[in-house]
């Protein structure tokens, strides 16, 4: 598993220096204790990862590592077969030594929506519910100093694990645990990222609450969520499944989910990016072989869910505490 005394070392020369002690009593306890039932599968995938030498980055595009020394094909499908043990892929794409792992979503389309809209160089930088880590490298090729991810999902950690082993000094780290575990005080982050999680949060508000309290002063949030059209009074709250996902709760309009941050205490609110959701954009690949968006929504009209809902649109708002 990852090695993460690099990052404990890191952290004691930061304002986070007391996150050292509660982060390795954390860790180790959450390591120990991990289990799942596919664990074993991943670790051994993980464990056939060929050795590349002469690793190089190219972040122009997206996630692309080369090597100086180009793979032989026994080496590429040794990969190949690694990482496919590692599926469902949903975040990516990713382009490791010439194995392009095509995943569910097309996650440089939002990285593009959102890049613009902020300065991440020199910054220490959160982000909650990271998945497998892919808009962490971005965010370090952008410039940020210091990358900490969250996510409690065990496989997720596992893709992480599997890139980061190529990288093994990026200042870049995942975190086995939810936002709501982390020791306290946080408030020492630049920037924080929230993408793709408040409507998984039962109580969004509370999540507002516990993001600014992850930032430094004057820090900035990025909040990327499903919204519907409307104005300051609207709000839906599925019956059941949304696009068919589990645990969906809060899609506010874009001016609810403003007010919703001005009452969380923010301020500068500003809604940079409104995007539908295409079939392009989320869909089944070699890479995640499960049921994707085009079944998620209603066959006669695109527009709304299989369960008659509006379809899928995504708003990035930025904010200052
Ligand atoms: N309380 C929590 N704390 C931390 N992580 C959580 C929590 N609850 C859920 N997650 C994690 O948040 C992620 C939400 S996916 C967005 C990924 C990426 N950000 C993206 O913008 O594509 C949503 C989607 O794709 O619908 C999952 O990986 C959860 O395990």
Redesign the pocket.
Same mark, same amino acid.
């Given at each position: 598993m990852i090695d993460y005394s690099p990052l404990l070392k890191t952290l004691s020369h930061s304002p986070l220096a007391h996150w050292q002690s509660a982060l390795a009593a954390g860790l180790q306890q959450r390591l120990e204790g991990l289990q799942h039932g596919d664990l074993e599968r991943w670790q051994s995938s993980l464990n056939t990862l060929p050795p590349v030498a002469g690793v190089e980055c190219d972040f122009s595009e997206g996630v692309c590592l080369r090597s100086n020394t180009p793979l032989d094909q026994t080496t590429q499908t040794q990969l190949h077969d690694a990482l496919q043990g590692l599926h469902p892929w949903?975040?990516g794409p990713f382009d490791l030594f010439g194995v392009h792992v095509d995943t569910e979503?097309r996650?440089d389309w939002?990285w593009q929506r959102v890049a613009p809209h902020i300065d991440l160089s020199g910054k220490r930088v959160l982000d909650?519910?990271? %998945?497998n880590g892919y808009?962490m490298w971005r965010m370090w090729q952008a410039g940020a100093e210091l990358v900490i991810g969250?996510?409690?999902?065990l496989l997720?950690l596992n893709q992480f694990e599997a890139v980061k082993r190529y990288l093994p000094h990026a200042p870049v780290w995942q975190l086995p645990f939810?936002?709501?575990e982390l020791p306290e005080p946080t408030a020492a982050f630049d920037t924080v990222f929230s993408? %793709?999680?408040l409507y998984?949060r039962r109580s969004p508000l509370d999540h507002l609450l516990q993001l600014k309290a992850c930032l430094r002063p004057d820090g900035e949030l990025v909040m990327?969520t499903l919204v519907i059209e409307g104005d300051e009074q609207q709000c839906l709250l599925p019956e059941d499944r949304y696009a068919q996902?589990r645990n969906v709760w809060f899609l506010p309009s874009v001016p609810m989910l403003e007010r919703m941050l001005r009452r969380a205490g923010y301020s500068d609110v500003r809604c940079v990016d409104l995007n539908r959701t295409s079939v392009d954009e989320q869909r089944s690949t070699d890479w995640m072989r499960f049921q994707s968006l085009p079944s998620f929504l209603d066959p006669a009209d695109s527009s709304k869910t299989i369960e008659g809902y509006p379809a899928p649109l995504r708003a990035t708002l930025v904010a200052r505490k």
């Open positions: 949903r975040k979503w996650s939002k909650i519910g990271c %998945g808009y969250v996510d409690p999902n997720f939810t936002l709501e993408m %793709g999680v998984h990327e996902m």
